[in-house]
């Protein structure tokens, strides 16, 4: 099934948790306001990049050994293209983006620099407010790291700023604890949370709701009505 949408309403760093969630393999095409680029999607990892100049053309090349052939590419070269056509444009936020699986053949390996949790990382450092305001909205929430996520992170290049916020995450302090333990700033300290959330590492903890305790026992209250009657 075809993902669709808008940049403007669905950034980088949930496309990428999408193409995460399964190893998705396909093309992802976005159409800046610039130019059209094609993104070549192998196990979940975004493989190779280029401009073109008609939507249609992407989908008349259905074997990707054939296409690099065709277009002289050096597989050496590919990391090259996602770093130029992909990550140095993080921080635009207007483009229609759609996703189709499954729709070229890919070979067996392929050189990769940037694997996709990275990718997602540096998407985050460029989110806006308005855009980290949709995870990160209630400061009195808790988060929690699920099972082996620091042997995942611990393979991440985290910032010094983003492995300060990682460490403050016992699920325990709400987001505004994390904030103002952190000192850092607000905007980037949930950038990284942000980005913790959509990597799958951590997790919204449920508040634990305490049962109502009576002041005193049924027994008493019994002994007390008894002595009522008895009056």
């Not at 948790?17 to 998705?24: E, P």
């Not at 992802?28 to 094609?38: G, S």
């Not at 919204?204 to 049962?211: D, F, V």
Request: charged residues 30%; contains cysteine; aromatic residues 10%.
């Amino acid at each position: 099934m075809a993902l669709t949408g808008d940049l403007s309403n669905f950034s980088f760093v949930d496309i990428f948790q999408v193409l995460l969630q399964g190893k998705k393999s396909g093309i992802l095409l976005v159409e800046w306001k610039d130019l059209t680029c094609a993104y070549y999607v192998k196990d979940g990892d975004v493989i190779f990049a280029r401009p073109v100049d008609k939507v249609f053309r992407v989908y008349t090349d259905r074997d990707f050994d054939q296409l690099l052939v065709k277009l002289r590419i050096d597989p050496k070269s590919m990391p090259r293209t996602v770093e130029r056509f992909l990550v140095g444009r993080f921080h635009l936020k207007e483009g229609i983006f759609s996703f189709t699986p499954g729709f070229i053949k890919y070979g067996s390996s392929y050189p990769v620099e940037y694997r996709t949790p990275q990718l997602l990382l540096m998407a985050s450092r460029e989110l806006s407010p308005e855009e980290v305001e949709r995870k990160i909205s209630d400061e009195l929430m808790l988060l929690e790291k699920l099972p082996s996520a620091e042997e995942t992170v611990g393979q991440l290049p985290l910032t010094p700023e983003e492995k300060k916020v990682w460490n403050l995450i016992d699920g325990v302090k709400t987001v505004a604890q994390i904030r103002a333990e952190s000192g850092l700033p607000n905007l980037t300290v949930d950038r990284a949370l942000y980005a913790f959330m959509a990597l799958g590492v951590v997790k919204r903890k449920k508040k634990e709701t305490q049962q109502y305790k009576p002041s005193i026992t049924l027994e008493l209250l019994a002994k007390i009505i008894e002595r009522i009657r008895g009056l």
